[in-house]
Structure formats: C-alpha cells, structure tokens
C-alpha cells in the first residue's frame, strides 16, 4: 500500500509541477502520511497537558482556591480539539485508502486534499494551543476572606482588655488565647470587638473565623458554623459524616494562616474532632476563644489567659 501510495502521490506530484494554486493543495496531500502520525503524536501530548492541568484545578478547587479564567478557558478549547483531533485520525485509514484508489481530480483527490488541509491546521492548532498553556499558576489564593463584620454595641471601658488581647494576637511566640470570666462580664462583646478589628487592621491574616460554641452546640453544629465562613458549599457538605467534616476543615485550615474566634467554649468540645488545627509558631495562625471557666483556659493549651472583668466603670 506504500508503494501504490508514493506511485500515486508522485504522479499528482508531476501533474501539479508549476501550478502554484493547486501546489499547495498536493502538498497537503504528499504529506499526509507523515502528518497523520505527528497529528496522532501532538494529540497524545496535549491530552497528557490537559489531564495535568485538570488535575492541578482539581487539587486548587479542594482547597477552596478559584482556578484563573483563563486556565479553564484553555481546558475547554483543549477538549474539543482533543475531540476533533480523534475524529481526524480515526478518519485517517479512510482517507489514505481512498488517496490510493482514485487519481488526482477524482472525487476522492478531492476529499483527501480537504482532509490533508485539516489534518495540517489541526496540528498547528495543537501546537499553538499546547505553547499557551503553559500555567505558571492555575488559581489565585481567595482574596483574603473579608472578615464577616459583626454588629458589635459600644463597648464600654473594655479598651484596655482589647489592647491586651491584641498585643497577644500580634505575639508570635502565642498561638492560643483564652478570655475567661463569668457570664454577662463582656466576654462575647470583646471577641465581637476583636473580630471587627480585623477588618480595620492590616494584617496578614488569610482567613478570620467566627463560631459560637455554646452548650447545645455539638461538633455537627460547630463543624458547619465553620465550614459556612470557609465556603463549603450548604447542601451536600452538611450531610457528611463528622469526621469527613473535619479532615476537609483540618486540609483548608491547615494551608492557611487563620484566626479562629470560638465563642462560649467548654471544655466537652474536643477541637480535634471539630478539625481545627493546633495553631504552630511556623504559620502564625491563632485559636482565641473566651470560655466562662480558667480550667478550659489550660485544657484548650490558652498560652495567654485573660480574664475579662466586669464594666470597669
Ligand atoms: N464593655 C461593655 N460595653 C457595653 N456593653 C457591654 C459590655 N460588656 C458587656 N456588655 C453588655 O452586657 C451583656 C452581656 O455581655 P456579653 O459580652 O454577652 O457577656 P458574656 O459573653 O461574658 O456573657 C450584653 O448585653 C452586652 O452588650
Ligand atoms: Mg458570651
């Protein structure tokens, strides 16, 4: 079949001399048999590309990161060529047969030289494609999770306590901060004026997080409190198992520098099972909670214990 093939190519070959419109056509053709194969090639290679890029978006989108725009405009465009490409190479046995069947200016010299003119823009489409894709990065960090304002009353008299509790956000030797004292003494009203302060004050926080942990809360409750401020989607996420819950909070987590506000804790609430990472000097994240009891303070690992007065006017 090669030689009736080159027998034929030639004899279009002497027939097309010096016909620069139809030259053209009759090289798509000749170089079919070596197109075809680099066309088979390239799409191996781009299919190879795009599943690494999928995977990549696959890995950001678990960790909540948006993949860029354009990263997915290029996985789609690099589907269908990948589906096109299949097409022409399938098509390809077809049309190399009929080369060897018909004459030049037959139907089928015809159809080949369409068919060559695609194979050769499909390959220099892949080409162009696979050179555009090369990502440096395929998505952006979440632009720092804004910090959920909350309605917060005047507090009075508490600026001290606020400034000593800020001084321990910004001591990077302490990760866990504990504010205790008894019901009604403002303990909530701090937490509230801290969690606001974030959003006032640069830092370098990646993600600011606030849950009440009340008594009737359990770890489902706490775990989706948590999981709502980070961005797990309502529905489906919320009917997984606790420690599901908690490995996809823990991974999140544990790839950011975070705050974590807890209000109300006590001490049956295992953070472990909650999924909150223990906060390392290494990534400066902190856990700061206000709790009713000192013991808590001590059980939870609280490097600083305050203890939040009543109204110091
Ligand atoms: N420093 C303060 N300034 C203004 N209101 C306060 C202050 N401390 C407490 N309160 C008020 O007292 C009540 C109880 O405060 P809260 O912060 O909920 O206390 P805790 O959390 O310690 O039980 C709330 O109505 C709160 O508005
Ligand atoms: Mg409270």
């Not at 354009?70 to 190479?89: G, H, N, P, R, Y």
């Not at 909350?150 to 302490?174: F, G, M, N, Y």
């Not at 509230?192 to 600011?208: A, G, M, R």
Request: glycine residues 8%; hydrophobic residues 35%; contains cysteine.
């Amino acid at each position: 079949m090669g030689n009736c093939c080159s027998l034929q190519i030639g004899l279009e070959n002497f027939i097309l001399r010096g016909l620069d419109s139809i030259a053209g056509h009759a090289n798509y053709v000749c170089k079919l048999q070596q197109t075809l194969p680099t066309l088979s090639a390239a799409l191996q290679e781009l299919r190879a590309q795009r599943n690494d890029l999928q995977s990549q978006v696959d890995l950001a989108e678990q960790r909540l990161l948006r993949p860029f725009e354009q990263v997915q405009l290029w996985l789609s465009k690099a589907e269908t060529m990948i589906t096109e490409a299949e097409k022409l190479i399938a098509d390809g046995p077809q049309q190399m047969n009929n080369l060897c069947l018909g004459g030049c200016g037959s139907k089928n010299y015809l159809s080949s030289y369409k068919f060559g003119k695609k194979v050769a823009e499909m390959l220099q489409e892949i080409r162009d494609h696979k050179r555009d894709g090369a990502f440096e990065k395929v998505a952006e960090n979440q632009p720092a999770a804004s910090v959920v304002v909350r309605p917060e009353e005047q507090p009075i008299a508490l600026e001290s306590t606020i400034q000593k509790a800020w001084s321990c956000i910004v001591d990077k030797d302490v990760g866990i901060i504990g504010l205790y004292g008894l019901g009604g003494v403002g303990k909530t009203t701090l937490l509230t004026k801290l969690n606001n302060k974030f959003s006032t004050t640069p830092n370098d926080f990646e993600v600011v997080i606030w849950a009440l942990v009340s008594k009737d809360s359990d770890v489902g409750k706490i775990q989706d409190r948590i999981g709502g401020n980070l961005g797990f989607p309502d529905g489906s996420w919320k009917n997984k198992h606790v420690d599901q819950k908690a490995v996809d909070i823990y991974r999140i987590l544990s790839n950011k520098r975070f705050v974590v506000l807890l209000d109300d804790l006590w001490e049956r609430v295992d953070l472990n099972q909650v999924g909150i990472p223990k906060p390392r000097q290494e990534n400066g994240s902190k856990l700061i909670f206000t709790t009713r009891s000192l013991e808590v303070c001590g059980e939870k690992g609280a490097q600083k214990k305050i203890n939040v007065e009543c109204l110091e006017t």
